[in-house]
Each structure stands twice: as C-alpha cells, then as structure tokens.
C-alpha cells in the first residue's frame, strides 16, 4: 500500500512539473483504493488553514477526488500530492524532500502552507519557524519574498490561543501592509480568543494597544454572545457604555447573537424578544453587517431564537429584506 501510494505522490510531482500529462488513470486508481481501506493518516487537515482554523478533512477530499476521471491544472494535482501524503501519514520533513523537487514555485509554496499549518496543529512551533524560510520567491506582477505567508499562519495559531505576546512578536514579519484584510481578520481573532480566556475589562486594556482600538470591542463581546452569555452580555453594555457604540449599533448586534446562541442552547434567559425586534426594526439601513445589511442580520438572529414559535419567526422573515436570508429563515 505505502509504496503504491509512493509512486502515486511521484507521478503527482512528475505532472505538475510536466503539464499533467498521462497520470491521471493510476493516481485516480490510488485514490479509489485508499477509499477502501482504513484510514491511516494524522487527522490534522490538509491544505493552508482557512478561516478561524477550518481544513479540509481526508473526508472532504476523498469526495472530491474519488469521482473524477481526469486531474487537470496544477493546484488539482497539488491537492491530489497532498491528500495522499496525508492518507499513509507522512510526516512534515519528507513531505518537503518530496516536494521540493516541484519546478513551480508557487505549487511548492502552497505545500509548505500545507507543512507549516500541520506544524502549528502539532504545537510544533519551533520546526514551524525553521520551515518558514524555505518558500521560495515568485515573480509574477513582482518579486515577492513569501515568507509573509508563512508568519500569517503563526499568526492564525497565535491568534486563536489569544496569545497576545507572540502574536505581536511576529506581526510585522506578516507584513501588515500587504496582508490587510488578513491582518483584520486575524486581529479580530485574537481579540475574541483573548476575551473568552480573560474577561472584558482586560479585553478592553488589550484593545488600546497602537496596532488595535475600540473597533475590536465588538470581538471581545462576540466571545460572549457566541456562548450564549445573553444575561452576562446585556449587564456589560449597562456596565461599560462605551461598549454600545450607537454608530454601528454595536448593542443590538451583539445583544441578538447572545439571546439566538442561549435559546438554541437552552439556556434560561429573559423573554427579551419584543424589545431586540422593535429595536433591530429601527436599525439605519445604511449600516452593514459582512455581505449583509446589519437589520437584516439582526433580524435573522432574532428569527432563529424564535424557533418553536412559528408567529415570531413569521414576523421575522417578513422583515429582512435580503433574500437569502429570508428563503434560509423557514418557518
């Protein structure tokens, strides 16, 4: 089995530096043959880690492989070197002998991602900071170092321990600059990993910090709306005030999200929800909440606590005007 699957990852290494060409039939029928059998991998993910830490799964890209009958392009035949590096569990140092004989450099970078986010799953932290200086530089539009991206995963694990320190150890080697929207993200991670290990008031002592500010506030409470702190979360904003910011409706946003996480948890709470609706009825339009429009998203919240009271819940859709949500939100 391992030396079947050997020659498979060497046939994937052979395509992309040789435009894909003739392999497809016996990596395919590798693939076929792993889905047979037990799986034998380390069940960290494969790939670059996305949002708040999501991989795919060995699962994920079993169904996405085991019914294809031809590999074209090499981001296809890089996700297939990767998932079969993963099915017989090799570790991180030979999968960089295996790939480093890759001609593109770009499909090399994306394998270290693959290395370092399963080094930083492992707590490895150390080999995560040697392999960082193996990517390579591409010239595309202009040369870039790349080594960024491999500091944006440090950060990505800092962040979600809400380790303060050492996420601002590193940050400027993520380059802030060119990572903006990362950066924004990853920030906002931090803030809410950080309050759900230490409360508000530290929280809010975290948020002054030059590289932060009050726009964080949000993410510190989401920490607790999202556990269903509904009781907890409106003492706060009588607490602190400052927290509510009226510009971004800030109080009802996050006042929503905690009452919709403690009714789907059943967590025993006040019937606040006439009050939130004819509230998020006068949310200004203008405000948006992601791709949505923020009353839309409040309303949304309000609609899902609702569940099991099918009047409310009407209520509800017919007032979000997005529909997505409103189709999403069935009675």
Not at 309 to 322: D, G, V
Request: contains cysteine; charged residues 25%; positive net charge.
């Amino acid at each position: 089995m391992r030396e079947t699957v050997t020659k498979a990852i060497n046939l994937c290494i052979d395509a992309i530096n040789n435009s894909g060409e003739g392999a497809d039939k016996q990596v395919l029928e590798t693939i076929k043959m792993i889905a047979e059998r037990p799986y034998e991998g380390a069940g960290l993910g494969i790939g670059l880690e996305g949002f708040r830490g999501f991989r795919s799964s060995h699962e994920d890209l079993l169904e996405r492989l085991v019914h294809r009958k031809t590999i074209n392009g090499n981001l296809n035949w890089s996700t297939a070197l990767l998932f079969l590096c993963d099915a017989i569990h090799i570790d991180e140092q030979n999968i960089l002998s295996l790939t480093v004989k890759l001609n593109d450099d770009i499909i090399f970078n994306h394998t270290l991602q693959h290395i370092l986010s399963n080094l930083t799953a492992k707590n490895d932290l150390q080999n995560a900071l040697k392999f960082i200086q193996y990517f390579r530089k591409t010239n595309i539009f202009e040369e870039e170092d790349n080594r960024d991206s491999g500091y944006l995963i440090l950060l990505r694990y800092f962040a979600s321990n809400g380790d303060v320190t050492n996420f601002f150890k590193y940050f400027k080697l993520a380059e802030p600059r060119k990572n903006k929207s990362e950066i924004a993200d990853l920030k906002a991670y931090l803030v809410q990993s950080f309050a759900a290990a230490n409360g508000i008031q530290d929280s809010m002592a975290l948020c002054k910090h030059k590289s932060l500010g009050a726009k964080y506030h949000i993410n510190a409470l989401q920490a607790f709306a999202m556990r269903g702190k509904y009781t907890e979360v409106k003492a706060l904003f009588k607490k602190f005030p400052d927290l509510k910011q009226p510009e971004n409706e800030t109080e009802i946003d996050i006042l929503s999200l905690a009452y919709c996480e403690a009714k789907k948890n059943k967590i025993d709470v006040a019937d606040d929800f006439e009050s939130l609706f004819e509230r998020a009825l006068q949310i200004d339009r203008k405000i948006s909440s992601g791709a949505a429009k923020l009353q839309d998203s409040v309303l949304f919240n309000l609609g899902l606590a609702a569940y099991g009271n099918k009047e409310r819940l009407l209520r509800c859709r017919k007032a979000i005007k997005n529909s997505s949500l409103k189709k999403e939100l069935n009675a």
